[in-house]
């Protein structure tokens, strides 16, 4: 089975901070995604990867940048970390196959106070 | 714009009774859908996925989910609810890109 490992539970970081959420996936997937989930907003993609050193914008960059270096690992990274931050984190993976299927990790719950 | 809608915030339903949770999509061309479930403070686990072919699809925990293209619906449905069913159920379609589209959220509560 296809694994995803968020390197994080939980974390608890200050407003201001630069925070790097981690995300490594062992099926050498070529697509990966960073979503936000909120109450009552349900999931939203932050930013996607298709490739190494390539990425695509979702529907809520602003505040968030991340990087591809390996085709194994992509992470999320709050260049300033700010309260309206605080949320839970979920990263997915999927092959480039007719298989359709999206693995997602267990989710980092970040707090920014 | 594609986007994926579950009108019930919350279904309330008693152990052994069948369960519906509803979702609605609006998608170009043929959808992709999905089900997840989520346990409190846990990640998404797939539940089943329509493609193509028939369109009562049978997933994972005996539930089943059924497309109606003309309706365009992709219902959750179980026979029996059981209480350890109780969890937040997200539909979700795959966009004109490789993402995926969630809906809100569904809360199914489960009484013995």
Same mark, same amino acid.
């Given at each position: 089975?296809?694994?995803?490992?968020?390197?994080?539970?939980?974390?608890?970081?200050?407003?201001?901070?630069?925070?790097?959420?981690?995300?490594?996936?062992?099926?050498?997937?070529?697509?990966?995604?960073?979503?936000?989930?909120?109450?009552?907003?349900?999931?939203?993609?932050?930013?996607?990867?298709?490739?190494?050193?390539?990425?695509?914008?979702?529907?809520?960059?602003?505040?968030?940048?991340?990087?591809?270096?390996?085709?194994?690992?992509?992470? $999320?990274?709050?260049?300033?970390?700010?309260?309206?931050?605080?949320?839970?984190?979920?990263?997915?993976?999927?092959?480039?196959?007719?298989?359709?299927?999206?693995?997602?990790?267990?989710?980092?719950?970040?707090?920014?106070? | 714009?594609?986007?994926?809608?579950?009108?019930?915030?919350?279904?309330?339903?008693?152990?052994?009774?069948?369960?519906?949770?509803?979702?609605?999509?609006?998608?170009?061309?043929?959808?992709?859908?999905?089900?997840?479930?989520?346990?409190?403070?846990?990640?998404?686990?797939?539940?089943?996925?329509?493609?193509?072919?028939?369109?009562?699809?049978?997933?994972?925990?005996?539930?089943?989910?059924?497309?109606?293209?003309?309706?365009?619906?992709?219902? $959750?449905?179980?026979?029996?609810?059981?209480?350890?069913?109780?969890?937040?159920?997200?539909?979700?379609?795959?966009?004109?890109?490789?993402? $995926?589209?969630?809906?809100?959220?569904?809360?199914?509560?489960?009484?013995?």
């Amino acid at each position: 089975d296809v694994k995803v490992t968020q390197s994080s539970r939980y974390l608890v970081k200050r407003t201001g901070e630069k925070v790097f959420l981690e995300c490594v996936q062992d099926m050498d997937h070529e697509n990966m995604f960073w979503y936000r989930q909120d109450p009552g907003l349900g999931l939203r993609l932050i930013y996607f990867s298709y490739d190494v050193k390539m990425k695509e914008k979702g529907d809520i960059p602003e505040g968030y940048s991340v990087s591809r270096e390996k085709k194994e690992r992509f992470s $999320l990274i709050l260049e300033s970390a700010s309260t309206n931050q605080t949320s839970m984190y979920l990263c997915a993976s999927r092959g480039s196959g007719t298989d359709y299927g999206y693995t997602f990790g267990s989710g980092t719950r970040l707090t920014v106070v | 714009a594609q986007s994926v809608a579950q009108p019930e915030d919350q279904v309330n339903v008693a152990e052994g009774n069948p369960l519906t949770v509803k979702c609605t999509y609006s998608v170009s061309g043929n959808p992709y859908l999905f089900w997840y479930v989520q346990y409190p403070n846990r990640g998404l686990q797939f539940l089943l996925k329509y493609i193509t072919g028939d369109n009562l699809v049978k997933g994972s925990y005996g539930f089943e989910a059924e497309f109606n293209k003309s309706q365009t619906s992709f219902h $959750l449905k179980k026979p029996s609810a059981l209480v350890s069913d109780s969890a937040l159920y997200f539909c979700a379609v795959r966009g004109t890109g490789t993402a $995926l589209i969630f809906g809100k959220g569904t809360t199914l509560s489960v009484s013995s």
